[in-house]
C-alpha cells in the first residue's frame, strides 16, 4: 500500500483517507469499526484504491499490509476520560503503531499526530486532564522510542481542528452560545484559541512524507481571531447575542460546573500563548497549500453545526447555512419548489414531502422562527428578498400561518412562480384558543419536550418535531412563534379576500381531521386521516396533489 492510516473513521482519519484516495494512492484504513466506508460513499470519494483492514491499537499489531507511509491519526479524544482510558489508545497506542512501522522494510514515514498544547508540556505537570496528560506522554514517548529505532518521524501539532463533524471541544462553546447558555467568556481578552479546517490539514499531512523528517509542525492559522472576537464573529454570523464580559480562568476553576457550563479539563487551552508555526507556514509555501480565511471558516463550520443540531442530527437538505440572517436549506437559484413552513415549525418540517417531489428545492426557516434571527423586515419584504436570486419560476408551497405571506406573494408578483399551493391554510381555520392566551403559550411552548409537542400537536414523534421542540427552548423563539400566531390572526379577513385576486394555478390541500371552517373558492383537497400537517403524516399523499398546480417553467 501506499499508506496505511490508523484511526482512518475518526474526525482527522477519514478526511485524510480522503484526500489521498483523491490523490489515486492506495490506502489501508485500519479501523475498529467500518464507520468510514459509508462516509466516504457519501461524499463521494472513489473508495477503488481502499482496503480497510480490523486493528485495535491499544494492543501489539500484527497480520497487517505493508505500507511506505504510515499515518497515526488515532486518539481518544474526549473530557472526563479516566487516566487509563486515554493512556490506553494515545499513549500506548501510538507506541504500538511505532513498533509496527519499525517492522516495515521500505518505510517512507511514520506521521503522529499530537497537539499545539501538549508539544513541550510536562507529561506530569500537574493540573492537566486525562485527554491533556496522555497527549503530552505520547509525543515524549514516541520521539524517544523513534530515535532508538530509527524510524524516519514527523510530528504534526494541530491547533483546534475545526469542519463538518466535529462537535468536541470549541463547538460546545458555540452551542452554549447559540442556545443562549454563555452569559460570559471564560478567560481574558486575550485569550488565543487558534483554529486549522480539517480539509486544510489533510492536505498537509499528505504532502508530509515526501518532506525531510525529524521535522515537528505547528499546523495552526496564526491569524485566527482573539477568543472574544471569534465568539463574536460566529454569534453575529448565527444572528445571536455575543457576551461582553470575560470572566478570568482561575474563577470559572472554583466555580461549580452546573453554573459554569464549562468543562475543567477544557480551561488549561485558553491561553495567550503563540506558537512556533514558522516550519509549518515554510513547508505550507513549498507545497502550494493556502488556509482559508479564519472568518469564513469559522462561519461554515457554524453553518455544519446547527445543520448538525451540534451532532444530535443530520442533515436532510444541502446546501444549507444562513443567508444574512436567514437559516435557508436547498438550492437557492433553481428550486422547483419553494417551501414555507408553518408554525411551530422549521424548515425541517418539509423532510418527508421532499423525498417525493421532483427537482431541487428552496426551504428556509421563517424570520425570527426555527433557526433565523428576526429581523426588522416586513415578512412581506423577507420573502422578496429570499425570491430574488431565484431564476425559475418554482411552484410556492406554503403551510397553515406561512400562507398568508404566500398569497400576497402570489397575487403581486404572479410572473415570479407557476402556481401557489396552500397546505392548511390558517386563515382559513379556526385559531387553536389555546394560543390566544399568549403568556401561557410562550410558558408552554419553551417547556415542552419533543414528546410533549408531538402529543400537544398531534403528531407522531419523530426528528421533526424533534427539531421544533429544539429551536422553541431557544431564547425569545417561542415568544415570537406566538407573536406571529397573534399577527396572522388579525390578518384573516385580508388573506380571505386575495384568493379572489390571485391569477397563478391555485391548490388547497386539508386534513379530513382539520378542514377549512370557511369557502377557499379553489380546489381543496383532503387527505384522508391526516390533520394539520398533511405533509409530515401523508407526504406521498401530498405530494400527487402538487400536479395539480402547474409545473415549473425553467
Given at each position: 500500500?501506499?499508506?496505511?492510516?490508523?484511526?482512518?473513521?475518526?474526525?482527522?482519519?477519514?478526511?485524510?483517507?480522503?484526500?489521498?484516495?483523491?490523490?489515486?494512492?492506495?490506502?489501508?484504513?485500519?479501523?475498529?469499526?467500518?464507520?468510514?466506508?459509508?462516509?466516504?460513499?457519501?461524499?463521494?470519494?472513489?473508495?477503488?484504491?481502499l482496503t480497510v483492514v480490523t486493528a485495535?491499537?491499544?494492543?501489539?499489531?500484527?497480520?497487517?499490509?505493508?505500507?511506505?507511509?504510515?499515518?497515526?491519526?488515532?486518539?481518544?479524544?474526549?473530557?472526563?476520560?479516566?487516566?487509563?482510558?486515554?493512556?490506553?489508545?494515545?499513549?500506548?497506542?501510538?507506541?504500538?503503531?511505532?513498533?509496527?512501522?519499525?517492522?516495515?522494510?521500505?518505510?517512507?514515514?511514520?506521521?503522529?499526530?499530537?497537539?499545539?498544547?501538549?508539544?513541550?508540556?510536562?507529561?506530569?505537570?500537574?493540573?492537566?486532564?486525562?485527554?491533556?496528560?496522555?497527549?503530552?506522554?505520547?509525543?515524549?514517548?514516541?520521539?524517544?522510542?523513534?530515535?532508538?529505532?530509527?524510524?524516519?518521524?514527523?510530528?504534526?501539532?494541530?491547533?483546534?481542528?475545526?469542519?463538518?463533524?466535529?462537535?468536541?471541544?470549541?463547538?460546545?462553546?458555540?452551542?452554549?452560545?447559540?442556545?443562549?447558555?454563555?452569559?460570559?467568556?471564560?478567560?481574558?481578552?486575550?485569550?488565543?484559541?487558534?483554529?486549522?479546517?480539517?480539509?486544510?490539514?489533510?492536505?498537509?499531512?499528505?504532502?508530509?512524507?515526501?518532506?525531510?523528517?525529524?521535522?515537528?509542525?505547528?499546523?495552526?492559522?496564526?491569524?485566527?481571531?482573539?477568543?472574544?472576537?471569534?465568539?463574536?464573529?460566529?454569534?453575529d454570523h448565527l444572528g445571536v447575542r455575543?457576551?461582553?464580559?470575560?470572566?478570568?480562568?482561575?474563577?470559572?476553576?472554583?466555580?461549580?460546573?452546573?453554573?459554569?457550563?464549562?468543562?475543567?479539563?477544557?480551561?488549561?487551552?485558553?491561553?495567550?500563548?503563540?506558537?512556533?508555526?514558522?516550519?509549518?507556514?515554510?513547508?505550507?509555501?513549498?507545497?502550494?497549500?493556502?488556509?482559508?480565511?479564519?472568518?469564513?471558516?469559522?462561519?461554515?463550520?457554524?453553518?455544519?453545526?446547527?445543520?448538525?443540531?451540534?451532532?444530535?442530527?443530520?442533515?436532510?437538505?444541502?446546501?444549507?447555512?444562513?443567508?444574512?440572517?436567514?437559516?435557508?436549506?436547498?438550492?437557492?437559484?433553481?428550486?422547483?419548489?419553494?417551501?414555507?413552513?408553518?408554525?411551530?415549525?422549521?424548515?425541517?418540517?418539509?423532510?418527508?414531502?421532499?423525498?417525493?417531489?421532483?427537482?431541487?428545492?428552496?426551504?428556509?426557516?421563517?424570520?425570527?422562527?426555527?433557526?433565523?434571527?428576526?429581523?426588522?423586515?416586513?415578512?412581506?419584504?423577507?420573502?422578496?428578498?429570499?425570491?430574488?436570486?431565484?431564476?425559475?419560476?418554482?411552484?410556492?408551497?406554503?403551510?397553515?400561518?406561512?400562507?398568508?405571506?404566500?398569497?400576497?406573494?402570489?397575487?403581486?408578483?404572479?410572473?415570479?412562480?407557476?402556481?401557489?399551493?396552500?397546505?392548511?391554510?390558517?386563515?382559513?381555520?379556526?385559531?387553536?384558543?389555546?394560543?390566544?392566551?399568549?403568556?401561557?403559550?410562550?410558558?408552554?411552548?419553551?417547556?415542552?419536550?419533543?414528546?410533549?409537542?408531538?402529543?400537544?400537536?398531534?403528531?407522531?414523534?419523530?426528528?421533526?418535531?424533534a427539531s421544533a421542540a429544539a429551536d422553541?427552548?431557544?431564547?425569545?423563539?417561542?415568544?415570537?412563534?406566538?407573536?406571529?400566531?397573534?399577527?396572522?390572526?388579525?390578518?384573516?379577513?385580508?388573506?380571505?379576500?386575495?384568493?379572489?385576486?390571485?391569477?397563478?394555478?391555485?391548490?388547497?390541500?386539508?386534513?379530513?381531521?382539520?378542514?377549512?371552517?370557511?369557502?377557499?373558492?379553489?380546489?381543496?383537497?383532503?387527505?384522508?386521516?391526516?390533520?394539520?400537517?398533511?405533509?409530515?403524516?401523508?407526504?406521498?399523499?401530498?405530494?400527487?396533489?402538487?400536479?395539480?398546480?402547474?409545473?415549473?417553467?425553467?
Amino acid at each position: 500500500m501506499d499508506a496505511i492510516v490508523f484511526g482512518a473513521a475518526g474526525f482527522i482519519g477519514r478526511s485524510l483517507v480522503a484526500e489521498l484516495l483523491g490523490r489515486g494512492r492506495r490506502v489501508a484504513a485500519a479501523v475498529r469499526n467500518d464507520t468510514l466506508t459509508p462516509w466516504l460513499h457519501a461524499q463521494n470519494v472513489d473508495t477503488g484504491g481502499l482496503t480497510v483492514v480490523t486493528a485495535d491499537i491499544s494492543r501489539p499489531l500484527t497480520g497487517l499490509p505493508h505500507a511506505r507511509d504510515v499515518y497515526n491519526t488515532a486518539a481518544r479524544f474526549a473530557f472526563g476520560l479516566d487516566l487509563a482510558q486515554a493512556r490506553a489508545a494515545n499513549v500506548t497506542g501510538a507506541l504500538n503503531v511505532l513498533e509496527w512501522a519499525a517492522t516495515l522494510p521500505d518505510l517512507r514515514r511514520l506521521v503522529h499526530i499530537s497537539g499545539y498544547r501538549v508539544s513541550d508540556a510536562d507529561p506530569d505537570r500537574a493540573g492537566l486532564g486525562a485527554y491533556e496528560a496522555s497527549k503530552a506522554a505520547a509525543h515524549h514517548a514516541v520521539r524517544a522510542r523513534a530515535r532508538e529505532l530509527g524510524v524516519p518521524l514527523t510530528i504534526a501539532n494541530p491547533s483546534t481542528v475545526i469542519g463538518p463533524g466535529q462537535y468536541i471541544g470549541l463547538a460546545s462553546l458555540v452551542e452554549n452560545l447559540w442556545n443562549g447558555r454563555l452569559p460570559a467568556l471564560p478567560g481574558g481578552p486575550d485569550v488565543f484559541v487558534p483554529i486549522v479546517t480539517v480539509d486544510y490539514f489533510a492536505r498537509f499531512l499528505a504532502e508530509i512524507p515526501a518532506s525531510p523528517a525529524g521535522e515537528d509542525y505547528w499546523v495552526l492559522d496564526d491569524t485566527t481571531p482573539l477568543l472574544p472576537e471569534l465568539v463574536g464573529t460566529i454569534a453575529d454570523h448565527l444572528g445571536v447575542r455575543s457576551p461582553r464580559r470575560t470572566v478570568p480562568v482561575g474563577l470559572v476553576r472554583r466555580l461549580p460546573r452546573r453554573i459554569t457550563g464549562t468543562d475543567p479539563e477544557t480551561l488549561s487551552f485558553l491561553s495567550a500563548d503563540r506558537y512556533p508555526t514558522a516550519s509549518a507556514r515554510a513547508f505550507a509555501d513549498r507545497a502550494g497549500l493556502e488556509m482559508p480565511p479564519a472568518a469564513d471558516a469559522l462561519r461554515a463550520w457554524a453553518d455544519d453545526l446547527v445543520a448538525a443540531r451540534f451532532g444530535g442530527a443530520s442533515p436532510w437538505l444541502r446546501p444549507y447555512g444562513f443567508r444574512g440572517r436567514t437559516w435557508v436549506m436547498g438550492e437557492p437559484h433553481r428550486p422547483a419548489h419553494v417551501l414555507l413552513h408553518g408554525l411551530p415549525m422549521n424548515a425541517d418540517l418539509w423532510a418527508p414531502l421532499a423525498a417525493h417531489l421532483p427537482g431541487p428545492i428552496l426551504a428556509p426557516d421563517l424570520p425570527g422562527l426555527g433557526r433565523s434571527a428576526p429581523t426588522a423586515q416586513a415578512m412581506d419584504a423577507w420573502l422578496a428578498d429570499l425570491m430574488a436570486p431565484v431564476r425559475t419560476r418554482p411552484t410556492l408551497v406554503a403551510h397553515s400561518l406561512a400562507c398568508g405571506p404566500a398569497l400576497r406573494f402570489a397575487v403581486e408578483r404572479p410572473d415570479r412562480i407557476s402556481g401557489l399551493v396552500l397546505v392548511a391554510p390558517a386563515f382559513l381555520q379556526p385559531p387553536g384558543p389555546w394560543l390566544t392566551r399568549s403568556v401561557l403559550a410562550v410558558a408552554l411552548l419553551r417547556r415542552m419536550s419533543a414528546a410533549r409537542l408531538a402529543a400537544t400537536l398531534g403528531l407522531p414523534e419523530g426528528p421533526e418535531v424533534a427539531s421544533a421542540a429544539a429551536d422553541l427552548r431557544r431564547p425569545g423563539v417561542a415568544g415570537r412563534v406566538v407573536a406571529a400566531m397573534r399577527a396572522a390572526f388579525a390578518e384573516r379577513e385580508t388573506s380571505r379576500s386575495l384568493l379572489e385576486r390571485v391569477r397563478v394555478p391555485v391548490e388547497i390541500i386539508v386534513g379530513s381531521a382539520d378542514p377549512l371552517a370557511t369557502g377557499a373558492g379553489h380546489p381543496v383537497t383532503e387527505i384522508a386521516g391526516a390533520g394539520h400537517y398533511p405533509q409530515l403524516t401523508h407526504p406521498a399523499q401530498v405530494a400527487r396533489h402538487l400536479g395539480a398546480v402547474a409545473d415549473p417553467i425553467g
